[in-house]
């Protein structure tokens, strides 16, 4: 009788990553449809002053979701790709504070609430991706 031991391979991800990965997919997903399907009422709900700018940034989101899925799914995680969606996360952190503290577009206090809910979101999924890469590039 022999015995047979299984080696996780070393880019064995930690649960927390994938779960990250797979939630921030389904959300960036589900915003971009939002974005795109309700683009007028959204808009005008968040103060903007041509509620359409939504329609871009829906594309935009549901281009970032299919690159998350497509990182979330592959056997072993390709920590490029993992450190991906840590940069795209972060850039998306970055532009909610500029839209928060710039001005550049006028938003309702609804308008704010969606940004700094966005905000909140993208960063917790930025820092739960950076430090599951860390893992698995340890």
């Known amino acids: ?3 047979q031991a299984h080696a996780l391979p070393t880019t064995a991800a930690p649960n927390y990553l994938l779960r990250s990965l797979q939630a921030n997919y ?3 997903f589900l915003n ?3 974005f795109i399907v ?3 009422p959204v808009g005008r709900w968040m103060g903007l002053p041509n509620p359409m700018i939504l329609l871009p940034i829906g594309i935009l989101f549901i281009g970032y979701a299919a690159f998350v899925y497509y990182t979330a799914t592959r056997p072993v995680l ?3 790709l993992v450190m991906g969606t ?8 970055v532009a909610c504070l500029l839209l928060l503290f710039t001005n ?6 609804a308008g704010y609430g969606v940004i700094i809910f966005i905000a909140v979101v993208v960063d917790v999924f930025a820092t739960l991706q950076f430090m599951g890469w860390r893992r698995l590039t340890a």
């Open 1 to 3: 009788m022999s015995t």
């Open 86 to 93: 840590v940069v795209g996360d972060s850039s998306g952190f």
């Open 78 to 80: 390709n920590p490029a």
């Open 104 to 109: 550049w577009v006028p938003l309702s206090t």
């Open 38 to 40: 309700a683009a007028n």
């Open 26 to 28: 389904v959300l960036s």
């Open 32 to 34: 971009g449809v939002l």
